[in-house]
């Protein structure tokens, strides 16, 4: 929970009315790095809405703990449970979109065509954010169309333990194992929002793919 408080956190500094996007940027980071220095609080007692999931015990790791300086935890236990879940949501769906980063700008594709009518092969499709505009219209609808079902019938949102019976590729845990995956996925899942978020910003900023930064040797911060 704590890089889902911490984004909570940079939202409401950014809503401050500044006079630029730097001065809010500083500001956010500045008060970013001393929240660092507040200890890790002890976890409050689990809610019955909660204790099915052990949400209070996933993604507590070092070197934060259980990082709450806001105690939304306390204040507002019911909601804490639905942030929890789109942040499970996020770090999910960012891991796809990372890897779907590397393994494009590696040249792996699908064979064959994306669109015939069009005469657009999967190999035409550029890398980077680019690429998503070469998809065309009816192609765009079909992914929001198959988005739609994911989130309303098949692993509908409004389950937010985000167990869907699958397991991990069919294998199920449980006790500390079970608890030890879920950290993982957490943990995962945060460096990717991180990195998918980075990379696309890095590009916004450079104009060039991953696969091109790191070609040229462009991969410094700034």
């Known amino acids: 929970e704590g890089l889902d408080l911490s984004f909570g956190v940079l939202g409401r500094l950014i809503s401050v009315p ?3 996007t730097m001065s809010r ?3 956010a980071l500045c008060l970013a790095s001393a929240a660092a220095f507040v200890g890790p609080s002890a976890a409050p007692k689990a809610t019955s809405a909660l204790k099915a999931v ?3 015990e ?5 070197p ?3 990082f709450d300086p806001l105690n939304y935890c306390e204040d507002q236990p019911e ?3 639905r942030r929890r879940a789109v942040e499970r949501k996020h770090g999910r769906i960012s891991m796809v979109a990372i890897t779907g980063v590397l393994v494009h700008n590696a040249q792996i594709e699908f064979p064959g065509y994306l669109s015939k009518s069009a005469d657009l092969k999967f190999s035409d499709v550029p890398d980077g954010l680019n690429g998503f505009f070469s998809i065309p219209g009816a192609g765009i609808a079909q992914i929001l169309l198959f ?3 994911v989130e309303l019938a098949w692993w509908p949102a409004n389950n937010y333990s985000g167990d869907y019976g699958v397991g991990f590729f069919g294998t199920s845990y449980e006790g500390e194992e079970k608890t030890k995956k879920l ?5 995962n899942g945060r460096l990717a929002m991180l990195g998918i978020f980075g990379n696309m910003v890095a590009e916004a900023q450079t104009g060039q793919t991953l696969g091109e930064q790191m070609g040229a040797g462009n991969m410094i911060p700034f």
């Open 18 to 20: 500044l006079k630029n």
């Open 79 to 81: 909601s804490f449970a």
């Open 58 to 62: 996933v993604g507590v790791q070092p």
């Open 147 to 149: 988005c739609g079902l």
């Open 54 to 56: 052990e949400e209070f």
């Open 64 to 66: 934060a703990g259980f």
């Open 25 to 27: 940027l500083a500001l």
């Open 183 to 187: 950290n993982a996925e957490m943990a």
